[in-house]
């Protein structure tokens, strides 16, 4: 049960945290009856300290906070609610008040896309493996995918995990190019399996 007389004024820190990029999106102050007013219209509901009144985020711009859960930390004293956004959440236009991007991030894999689109850019002063993929042309990144394709396969119809893994590794860093190569990147294919999900 969350500890609202814990602070003098009667409101609890709440972070929203987006549902699907687990990105922290703002920050804000409720009191119970924003919790209440929350928890019923599926809507996010603050008590605004300049407003001096409850304040339902995107009652005037649209967008809306949809409530999807909500969590009180240890202490009783913090509210951290998921949310789906519909649209910036920041009432300057941004996706969050810290004025970052709200993309799904994949830890090591998208720094590695990063680094991917790097080289892509500047496939032509890189002297490195995966500019001069990008320079060979879509054949022979395709090529290197249904390679590894196979060596994976082979690999793991063997006992030794570490050429398992070791191929697998190679295949995704491969299919990773050629992602970019046909000018994707992993959220697309993220987007389409989540189409198919029942």
Request: charged share 25%.
């Amino acid at each position: 049960m969350i500890n609202f007389t814990k602070y003098t004024d009667g409101l609890v820190p709440t972070i929203i945290q987006d549902n699907e990029t687990k990105n922290v999106l703002m920050l804000g102050f409720m009191n119970q009856e924003a919790l209440d007013k929350t928890i019923t219209t599926k809507k996010v509901t603050f008590f605004s300290r300049t407003k001096n009144r409850l304040w339902t985020k995107g009652e005037e711009s649209g967008n809306f906070l949809n409530l999807v859960s909500y969590a009180i930390d240890c202490d009783n004293d913090t509210l951290l609610l998921k949310v789906n956004p519909m649209g910036p959440t920041c009432h300057k236009g941004s996706d969050t008040c810290w004025n970052e991007q709200n993309n799904q991030e994949y830890g090591f894999l998208s720094k590695l896309e990063n680094t991917i689109t790097a080289r892509k850019e500047n496939a032509s002063a890189e002297k490195s493996y995966v500019a001069s993929l990008f320079e060979k042309g879509i054949n022979k990144i395709a090529q290197k995918v249904g390679e590894e394709a196979v060596e994976v396969v082979i690999e793991a119809k063997d006992n030794n995990d570490d050429l398992f893994l070791n191929e697998s590794a190679d295949l995704l860093f491969h299919y990773l190019i050629l992602l970019q190569a046909k000018g994707f990147q992993l959220n697309d294919v993220v987007d389409v399996l989540k189409g198919r999900e029942k």
